[in-house]
Each structure stands twice: as C-alpha cells, then as structure tokens.
C-alpha cells in the first residue's frame, strides 16, 4: 500500500474525471471560462518548464499573483516539478519582500502585470538575479519579462505528472509578521493532501462535486485555505475572482456563478452584504459561508441567514496550520436550541478537525480545565501543523514539545469548542486584571450603529493600560459622544472593561490580510493623542 | 509535522470530544447503551491486557464477533496495543477458521459465546495453544474461556494509548476465498485512518457528528467497511445490531435509534425492505442508505425512494481495499436528469473516492477506452489498496505492476463511473460472446413478480454454455414458465442473451457474506439436471 500523498494526484484526478468542469477566472480582460482539463494541462506544461529551470528538488519559485487561472496552474504544476511554491503577499512594502525572497533563496519569480514593477525595485535589494516571468493578463511582454503563456505553450506537457515522496517539500509561505526574522511555513506534499480531505469533510466545509466554490481568500495566503486543492480532488467547480477583487465584485459572481461555497475574512462578507442588499442579487439556495482569519459578529452571521438564507460557519486557521484547524458546526442535540445559545456556537472559533490536537494551557505548559472558562494558551498540532520555521529553528515563544504555541489566548469547553479571548499580545493589562480587546469589540459591532470597531490598550497613569475604541460609524449615523456609545455595553461587561474613550474614524487601517491593522492604530492613536509611552 | 496517521487517534478525540454520545450495542441480554467514552475506557483497558500477552508488535489477536460494544473495544485497543486484530470470518466452516488461524500465526482469540465451542473444535486444528477469552453476554466464563469483562476490569487504562509507527500492521482480513492458499489481507494504521476519511467525504458516505450509524455489515468482515472508525473520527453515533441480527431487528433498529446512516450488502436491503412495510416503521427523514458488496436492483432504490423517502447508494469494495473503493453519485449536471437516466448512475459501482485509482485494461494490461462500452478487467491501486496478500506473494492472477486485479469486469465511462460486468469467472462463454449473468440477474430482479434471481452457465453441445436462470418468486405469484417469465427481456438485450430455461426455488443458497452463492448454484443445477461437464 505505498502510494505517496500528494497534490499532484488531485490535478490528475481532476483532469482525468472531472475534465469538463468549470473553472472560471475573472481578470481585467473579462472572464476566462476553464474547465479542470485545462488546468491540468496547463499544470503539466508548468511543471515541464519548472524542472528545465530547477533541477534540482526543493528549489523555490516565487510567485506575486491574484486568483487566477495561471496562479492556480502554477499551484499544481510547480510542485509536481519537485520545486516549491512560494506564494508572496503583494500586499507587503517591497523592503519586506525583499527579506523573505532573499531568505528563502527564491531565484524565479512569476508576478502579474502590476508587480512587475515592484519585483524589478526588490530584485536591486536581494543578491542573487531573479529569472522573471509575467502571467500575462495585459502587459506586453519584454526580454526582462517573458510571457507565461507564450513560455508554457512553447513545452510538451509531462504526462502523467510525477509524483515525489509525500515528505517533500513543496509549499512556502510568510507569516505576514512584519518584524523580527522573517518566519516561513514549509508544506508538504503530505501535509497539504490531508489538510485537502480534513477540511473537505462534512463537519470542516463539506465539499463535493455538485459545489461550485468561490476563493474570496488571495491565492497569496496559505493555500488560499485549502480550497484549490479540495476543489481538484472533489472536482467541484471553482471561481477565482481575479485581480484586486472588491466586495463588489465577489458579491456578483456568487450570484452569477451559482456559488455554493465561498470562504473568506469577516469584512469581506460584511462589505458583500452591504452589496447584496444594495443591488438585491439571488443567491444559490445551497450557498454556505465559511468565515474566519478573525473572529466574526453574530450579527453579520443573523443578517445572513435573516435576510438571504445563507448560513455561515465560522473557522480557525493560522499560516502554520496549511491554514485551517477548526470549524464551528452545531453539533447534533442542538437543534432546538434557541437564536442566541447558537450564537455562541456560531461565532467560536469552532471545535479541532481530525488529526488536529488542541488545548489551552497555563503559563507552565499545563492544560487548563475544558470548561469553557478557564483562559490558557492556545497550542495545537498534527500532521498538517508546522513543527518548525523554515530556516529558523524552533523559537521557544512558538514551539514546546511538538505542539505550536499559537499566541492566541483561548478557551475551550467539554466538546472541543475553542473560543478566542484575544492575542496574547492585543490583551489589555488594566489594573491588574486582563480586559479582552476582541469581546468589546464584538459588542461594539453588534451595535446597530456601528460599522467597523477596534479596541486597542493606551498608557494609562494609574491603571497601566486602559481600553481606547476606534470606531466607524455608519453613514446617516449622527453624532454620538463615548457615554452613548458605550451604553448597550454596560451590564454586558464589569464596570472597568469599559473603554476610556472613542476615537470616530473614517475607516480603520487594515493589515495585508484584510484584518484591522491594530500595531497602526495604536501607533497612529499614541502620536494623535500624544499619551504614548513612546516618548512622544 | 511528524504525525502519524492511526485509529488510535481517532478514539482518543472521540472521547475527548464526543464523550457523551452514544453508542448503543443490541443484544441477546437488552440493548446496551453506552458511550464514546466508555468505548475509550474498555479500548485502555484492551490495551494494557493485550500489551501484557503479546509484548511483540504485531502479533495476532483473533476475534469471532458480532457488532457488539465489546468488539468494537477490541477494534481499537488491539491495534493501539501494537498488536493486530485478526477478525475471522464466523461463517467459515471449522476447517476453514483453523487454515485462517495456522496461516496468521495467531494465538490470542476472543470469541462471543455461541462460538466458543466452534472454536474449541478448531484448536484441535492448529499447531500452536490458544489462549482463548470469552466475550461474555450471556455464557458463564471457565478456566478455558476466561471473561473479558472481568480481565478488562481488571487491569488499569492505558492513559493516553500510544501510537505506533503509521506503517505498523493494525488489522488483518482474510478474503472469503474457500479454495486454495487462504488470501491474508493485512492493513497498517495509516490505510485505515485514510480510508476512513475518504469514505467521510460527502461524496463517499458524507458523515459528520449529526449522524447515527448503523453498520449492517459484520465487524468480522473488512473493518465493517471502515464505520467503527469513521464514527470514532466524526463523533457519530453508533448502532451495533448485535448478535445474529436479523433483517426484522435492523429495520426496528433504523426507526427505533433515529439511524441516518446505514451500509449494508443489497440482500439485506430487501429484506429490510419487508419489514419496514409489514411493520409501517417511521425513518429519520435524513436516514441514507449505501449499498454495496454485490450489484443493488433499481427496483430497490426506487421502492425505497417511493415507499420511505430513503435515497439508496451504491458502492463497491473489497477485503483488499480496506474496504471501500467507490461511490456512485450523481454528479452536479444530472438534477434535470429523467428517472430512467438516473437509474443508470445510482445501480453503478461508483466513481473512486480521492486517492483510489482505478482503470479497466484488456489481456495485454492496456486500459481500454473511457466510453462506458469498452470492458476490460478492473485494475485499482491507491494508499489503501492491497499489493501483495499476507504471507502469500503476489500471485500473477492477482498483481500486477503495484495495481490490485479484482477479477471483475467492468467498463468506465469518461466521468469515472465503473460498471460492472461481471465476474470474470461468472461470465458466461456462448457461442464466443459474452453473457453478463449480473446484467440479466438485475433484469429479472427487477419483474415484480420476482423476488431473487440468479443466472450461472449450464454446458450447451453446440453453444459451449448458455445461461439458466435460478429464480424465487414473490408469495402469492402463481405458476409461470420461461418464456412468459423472460418476455420482459425481449427487447433489452439481444436475442441469444435470452436464458436458456429457468429453474424455481424456494431460495438462493448464499455465501458467507450473504451474497448469492452461484458456485453452490452451479453445482446443484449441474448435479440435479445431470447435464454438468464435471461427468455425472
């Protein structure tokens, strides 16, 4: 029964079985209508071209690239080469890209038009020339930029595609950390096939055939969750939404594709509600909602459901994790519970995929009871969670005896539902005692008038911090002052969890990841307000 | 991200996570109602007494057990003592459970009490002593057949069970073969974890928590088609039918526990089918039925669909796959397929499920043609397909280049959907074309006049052999001859298709596995009607 675990066996599963089905890709040229057939040809032309530059198993090449059809070849066919896939955050400053090209010794990069010229600028910082080549899409090609799809076209496919031993490598992604040593996250071949079957399970995203699933998360991100790979094996459909992707734009292709599975971070599904409502689009009655990447309101979860009939499910991920380590399903005697005990079920961070341990533990590394309150560290692991960082040992703030120490303060309850209390690190230290950022800020958009909430620590004289929020209010709202605002949370939280002050904004800064960006803010609040601890 | 893949991991979170949910085990005593973490308790307990017999990994420990609570403590304290569980077949006649036991080496049995005596016969057959435990439920223990429950009680849980090297033997099967070298298929920790979250998948079985499972296939036959621990990994519930389950107390056992899901061979399915309408039951509205180990009629699926609002899948498996290698699904663009259309994808064998290759090739090993005409012997190979039997070889007839030869004939169509054809030893030579006895047999079957049917080759001087018909009609059906019996055929197939004659019986004899035994069929019709080429 030796038969290595890989990827590879996904794409010819896919094109040998499920040839015919959609693959659709939208780009500023219009939308490319694929079918899997094309992808593995495509896959096998990649990896033809990849192993004539890279001989050698385990080299890297880099790619700077939205979801599309060219990104989602590169995907299949780069690791069956016995190269390495590494996806780069666009978003990243191109010092920032520098680094991690340079620490990962990456030599080829694949870039979409409107990076060329962010690659040529950080290919002058790093020390080894860079072979480029541009995915098309647009931009002429050059003798500095070759053109991908003449590239691809000028190979024979590798028909079948090799497979490599299930232990080698063949994914690399950077935690978007922007300080410190860079951390990369190495995948295998065996750690991204079963991470494909776990969240492909009923209880993960339930994923088959008759789905047509829809990335709203970037291909440049942690396998874009999994969902390229569950998609070739269970050949279900696939919908890349294409360069710089708007709310808009997603929101119109779940309505125009059929889409009956789509998964992203909370604000995305808060700015396509807002253009469901707006353009009044028909949703596929079998849609669901996957939710995660950072916690998400109840009410956006009601709002859903309430007035589109789409449920949405929320989930747990880290980079480290391939990403995705849980999900939060109702479990089977809950079906006459009411609205709101479901809401706590609805917005965990969910309970632990097989193969995936989780516990909480205190600062002696021991598990703290499963009750659902007592509060510890939040470590994980399994075969499809890093033990290591690539190239940087095992610092002991991430690792301890095999298990990921994952920065996130959490509990945990009798049947596995993880809750986040915060990050170890957005926690706020008042008097004493620890105040959850991430609780006031859920109350705070539950609020009717609130559009977008951010609570983050500020100095404080006598209570060493204090909460500050940073809130957005919604167009036609009038003016509030704090005591307003704060109202709907007194009884909800002690006395002393309520913050010290408001700050209106027009938006929040957000991080690369589409995340609110809470190092700018406090940042942006202590020069604005002049109370840091910074000197200033 | 060393992790090893093994069962054992998946009773530890079923008692971690889904402590409280039940599973039931119906019994001669009364039914049984117990829990995942009481499962997790008698497999501890399992452990450290099988740990203390047999301190060499991989030694065998035999059972001889219905579906019980006991026997699924074995199915996951064995292995996780490093030991492997070597469930036989309770079937087989004496001398064929003593070759079983010779050729496994195996020391250690555990057998329910209606079979101590059984094996007290055999032992005399073997070469080595057993050390021989009773499953309690009813039989005093003795010095020769110890309890179990008082040898579990006795020792103290193993707290957490280990985990061995995923490539360690865990289970051992011998296939049903009642001629020549028993055929040992042996199964390591990693083919089971695998191949129970393939069958998971929604296009496999599709289970999550919210499901209660009925196994009505044997513990002792090929890990009860993966169940036990694909309910251990989602947190299903469990529902064992005990000993001697008749068809009477699955159909209870469906309605009485809520049942979702439920897998069995189709002779069971009609049975059941029976006594769901004799005893007008009530079915859980998402109750699923997967049918597998021999071709299910139509006429099934479409009365249970009609009569119970139940949908039937069809799926195919052998001993040497673990034992699960298709499902037949329709695919997204078969919702506006006819009834009629249909009916062809729902009595398929399946499509193979992630990481199962299959192919059909011809004499040569070439594959033959994906159109769905084309027959060819089915090959299939994948992580969880046998390449060699236990201590056999790899006999020529059976493997061939890593790929496992099923000795059925199949064809496959371009979306993967296999067919099969027949047995290549059942089909039938006339007149040097082929007769599909299956395609005939489902024909007849589907007459509503018919209850059983089966069609084995007579001799024929001019032909070489002709097909005959082995028919059970339906109570209350009065006397019919061939020629009004066949008219339905004319028309469906060609004309020499057509059986010879047919012969009615009160019942089909059948095999161990409770499929139609056409090997006992053809020696009765040839010793009967005196015209067999074997010279009476």
Redesign the interface.
Known sequence: ???P?SPT??IE?AG????G?AVVSEGDEGTHRGSWAEVLDGARRVSALVASWHPTPGDRVATLGWNTHRHLELYFGVPAAGAVLHTVNVRLAPAQIARILEHAGTRTVLADPEFTDLVDRVEREVSRPLRKIVLDGGSPSSDAWPSYDELVDSVAPVDPLPVWPEESAAGLCYTSGTTGEPKGVMY?H??MA?HA??I????GF???????VLPAVPMFHANAWGLPHAAA??GA?LVLPGPRPSVERIAHLLSREGVTFAAGVPTVWMGVLEELRRSRLSLSPRLRIHSGGAPTPSSLVDAYREEFGVEIVTGWGMTELTPVGMAA?P??DMSAWTPAELAGIRTAQG??L??VEARAVDETGTEVDRDGRSVGELEV???????SYYQGGSPPESFRD?WLRTGDVATVD???YVRLVDRTKDLIRSGGEWISSVQLENALMDDPRVSEAAVVAVPHPRWQERPLACVVLKEGVGELDGSTLFAPLEGRFPRWWIPEDVVFMAALPRTSTGKFDKKTLREWVRRERGDGSDGS
């Open positions: 029964m030796q038969y675990l066996h996904f599963r040998r079985w499920f040839g089905r295998s065996r750690a079963l079957m776990a492909s399970l009923p209880d339930g994923l088959g055939e008759n789905d047509t094996m269970t459909g399903h479990r089977h309970t632990p097989p193969f692991r399994g075969p499809w969670v890093a033990a095999g009798g049947r596995g």
